[in-house]
């Protein structure tokens, strides 16, 4: 058996709830939602968590909006390989998302089998694991292990009836095209249709997601799906996670509300339920302004007829998020283009891409 290495500096290691004097301060600067992103910010709780970081370029979900709900507590074994190193690599370099304590989740017990460098991107925020390996004599594997405490987040609707303050100048990276998520007068069109006569912020994101969910089929089978692809789930209709959400950022934005993307693996529902674990999940989330991010998971909705007022301004518990956003660069910058969105490892050998996979496992705690 391996031994395991805590690959993170003590400050960081007390920003996500491990050991240290301080091991809770960054979780409960991030659980405090706007009061506890000023209070870190200023020095008053580790500067090395992630949502206290990243500012307006991570979806906080404010507390004070949400309705008491349920959590659950999961062990997760996640592993980088690159089983493929072309012959003769002088350097491999390889890239991992770190998932980060927020107000939904928290993050205890981080641990690498090969010390890390931790960096974190200037975009979202994102935190990276990287490593460097000089002359690799073949292949490579990393694992990274954690525990989870993700809350079941369900949004007190009838608070954001009404929009708080305007918000100038914030959330832009929420606001802009990505590369394949299209913001332009085609999207503003169709979006100006969909939620025509509707006036706050609620009422045109609920259209727009009632929109994506009506128009969209969840459908693997076809060429295409896959990409997070608005001109895809406009064109053809039907697509997995990152397609439902894709229209469902584009058209938010087109209306200027601020919508992101969230990516990370996804347990079945049911607690204790053991299953072969998929690859992958994600769902997005709107902002309403002055007050609180609100989630919304379009393709689970459609998967789940029955579940469909549910998924907007609730996510179930069985979830970890490891990235947010697209387009994502690296920290360290990859030689390569930006990742379309950041969930598997990424691997460079000699400054050229190679092939790098996961897999994981997981266990129920609570």
Not at 119 to 137: D, F, L, Q, R, V
Not at 247 to 274: D, H, T, V, W
Not at 302 to 313: D, I, P, Q, T, V
């Amino acid at each position: 058996m391996k031994t395991w290495m805590l690959g993170l500096s003590l400050a960081f290691l007390c920003a996500c709830g491990g050991p240290g004097p301080s091991a809770s301060a960054g979780g409960a600067c991030c659980a405090a939602g706007k009061s506890g992103e000023k209070a870190c910010c200023k020095g008053e709780a580790p500067k090395a968590s992630a949502c206290c970081q990243a500012g307006d370029r991570q979806q906080v979900v404010a507390k004070e909006y949400l309705v008491p709900a349920g959590s659950r507590t999961f062990q997760i074994e996640y592993a980088s390989k690159v089983a493929e190193v072309p012959a003769g690599t002088k350097l491999l370099r390889l890239w991992a998302p770190v998932p980060a304590d927020s107000a939904v989740q928290t993050i205890r017990n981080l641990k690498f089998s090969r010390e890390p460098k931790i960096g974190t991107e200037p975009k979202y925020g994102n935190t990276i694991a990287y490593w460097e390996i000089e002359n690799p004599s073949g292949p490579v594997e990393v694992k990274m292990s954690f525990d989870c405490t993700r809350l079941e987040v369900k949004t007190d609707l009838a608070k954001l009836a009404a929009d708080g303050p305007a918000e100038p100048g914030k959330h832009e990276v929420f606001l802009k095209p990505d590369a394949l998520v299209l913001v332009d007068d085609e999207m503003k069109k169709l979006s100006d249709e969909v939620v025509k006569g509707k006036s706050t912020t609620l009422e045109k994101a609920r259209a727009i997601y009632d929109y994506v969910v009506g128009k969209m089929t969840y459908d693997k089978n076809h060429e295409g799906w896959g990409k997070g692809s608005t001109r895809h789930a406009c064109d053809v209709g039907k697509g997995n996670c990152t397609d439902f959400h894709a229209l469902f950022n584009s058209l938010c934005r087109a209306q200027g509300i601020a919508s992101g993307f969230e990516i990370g693996l996804y347990l079945p529902y049911e607690k204790g339920k053991q299953e072969p674990p998929g690859g992958y999940h994600c769902w997005a989330l709107f902002r309403v302004p002055g007050k609180t991010w609100v989630p919304v998971d379009a393709s689970e909705a459609s998967r789940f007829a029955n579940l469909r007022e549910y998924f907007f301004g609730n996510h179930t518990a069985n979830r970890v998020t490891l990235s947010t956003g697209r387009d994502i660069a690296l920290e360290p910058r990859q030689a390569g283009a930006p990742l379309n969105y950041f969930l598997n490892p990424y691997a460079e050998a000699d400054g050229k891409p190679v092939k790098a996979d996961k897999s994981w496992t997981y266990k129920d705690v609570n």
